[in-house]
């Protein structure tokens, strides 16, 4: 059997791109790390990061001017006077990235989700967005929210429901995972989301979710793209898990009702725990139960000697804008 | 009236160091700005950051090796080949901040607090402290512990107990403060600063506190002493306040007990709010309670376009290391 991990360990697998300041580009000499940024019209804020084998590859189109000069750049144009920067920017994602799609050179971007995620930070009227499974390569925030149910017994102990994954999904499958979990699209705001996977993934009935459930934290943290995740390797992915905590009822039992869950499992928390260590939480959702964990006493200052290193971590500063001042 | 603030304009007036890399030492040419690293014995992480004008006044003993190259060091000596590392520094400290004290060269040091501060992180057997009114001209990292009792009224309303500081008090006269907070002495944990403080400060009783407080979270920031504080200014000081929710029947009612205390209200959660926008809290607990707000639901993504930022720069990575490993 492998070495137990420690709660830090588990975090420092959640947030791995190394603690360089990735916004003082280039932080490398060496040419493949010397990161583009990603710069939006009139706005002098990277909102993205890319590799430079990625803006090698990528077919840009008129709407973008590459610098490859230091500081590296690519830069979004906007023709319309700054009268729709918003629409212009969203037009121009599609554009490039359905030339890539065409191309076939990114392997990111045959990835099913049909949906588009939200740039943070952007200042303009209306939203920016680009295809979820672009987002990525282009190096700017993604958002997931997650939500811990749990219920408490007569005699008052903590249980967490937790889910397993399908076998058969394409990520991390048969990995234990938050009650309710899903990307937010970018159309919608995180507790939007929240209260449809609920349904759609542990069926817990619209007006309890609405009700009941409470935002309490955010975790952040700098993703690089592993080797065998089935995309590009080595990109610097910006995340937010906006979470949640849902107290319910001993009479309430989370069902599977989409393909995505195998089965829900009411386990106390010192199963939680050794679940934890073994590893066999998909790692992000391993970072929202220590979050969950910290923010319940369970696993305090008094018990655990990396408690302040663990507490940092999980709330990492991103470095992209995350809101439009 | 002075414009009101925002929840994020309050917690960058605590966490109010400049954002640089403090590690990435020095950090700007003027001879001003480049900090001295404190370092401990056979141990290469600077556990604090000293100002220039500090090193120079400082009537260092023979127990310290100062050097002005760059990076600029403050090397703590072990004569002891490590026997007992931990005690060979506390004397050490001890010696030179009494020299200072004799010699009168810091405003800081004239401060009345009798108690050693711990230094964090510190890798020895025992542990390393030195007296409280000297961290910050060490620049070590302080502890404080913070705990906030509130009820709920028949209704579910949440109230909060808020004490207002004696004006007789040397720091922060008159302002709002945390129910019930203090520095946490080197010899003790976090919690047991609280359940003596709870008593001392509110008159809470030591065994309801011992089974219903809870650690929640920990606020980390690194904050610049401020001219008109009585000490010494430009200090880099990182800062752990540890922070516990004590949820109380409404039978209970805090009383002032030791002479810090003027009063305590019961307040409305919107009364705390505007208390907080127009500046009435002492600044590092309106931090504590801008965290108790994100962990209880009442700031959150829908209504707080800086909820990340806020998030976020209320965990601030410390520039110094907070475990032994």
């Known amino acids: 059997m492998s070495q137990l991990k420690t709660y830090l360990d588990l975090v420092k697998t959640t947030d791995n791109y190394p603690l360089v300041d990735i916004t003082q580009l280039p932080y490398a000499e060496d040419p493949e790390k010397g990161l583009y940024q ?3 019209p009139n706005d002098l804020r990277p909102h993205g990061f890319m590799l430079p084998s990625v803006v090698r590859q990528m077919p840009w189109t008129s709407d973008f001017s590459i610098s490859h000069e230091r500081p590296r750049t690519v830069q979004l144009l906007d023709g319309s006077n700054g ?10 994602f599609k554009k490039v990235i359905d030339k890539a799609q065409e191309a076939q050179v990114f392997a990111n971007l045959h990835k099913v989700w049909p949906e588009d995620y939200k740039v943070l930070g952007a200042k303009y009227e209306g939203r ?6 672009a987002a990525s390569l282009f190096g700017v925030s993604c958002r997931g929210a997650h939500m811990t149910v749990y219920t408490r017994t007569e005699s008052g102990e903590l249980k967490i429901w937790v889910p397993r994954r399908s076998k058969l999904m394409q990520t991390w499958p048969g990995k234990l995972d938050t009650t309710v979990a899903g990307g937010v699209r970018a159309e919608e705001s995180p507790f939007e989301c929240i209260v449809h996977e609920a349904d759609e993934e ?3 009935p619209e007006a309890m979710v609405r009700k009941n459930a409470r935002p309490v934290s955010a975790i952040t943290y700098v993703a690089e793209s592993a080797a065998g995740s089935g995309g590009e390797f080595g990109l610097c992915v910006p995340d937010v898990l906006y979470c949640y905590d849902l107290e319910v009822g ?3 039992v989370p069902q599977p009702q989409d393909e995505e869950v195998e089965a829900f499992y009411l386990m106390s928390v010192d199963e939680v725990k050794d679940a934890l260590l073994r590893e066999e939480f998909k790692t992000n959702c391993a970072s929202v139960m220590i979050d969950f964990f910290v923010r319940h006493g369970i696993i305090n200052d008094d018990n655990e000697p990396d408690y302040l290193e663990i507490v ?3 709330h990492r500063p991103l470095p992209v804008p995350t809101s439009a001042a």
Chains 1, 2 share one sequence.
């Open 128 to 133: 920016v967005q680009l295809l979820r499974a």
């Open 83 to 92: 009268s729709n920067t918003a629409e212009v920017c969203n037009a121009a």
């Open 202 to 204: 542990a069926s817990l």
């Open 250 to 252: 001993q009479d309430v």
């Open 38 to 40: 990603l710069l939006l």
């Open 312 to 314: 940092t971590r999980l």
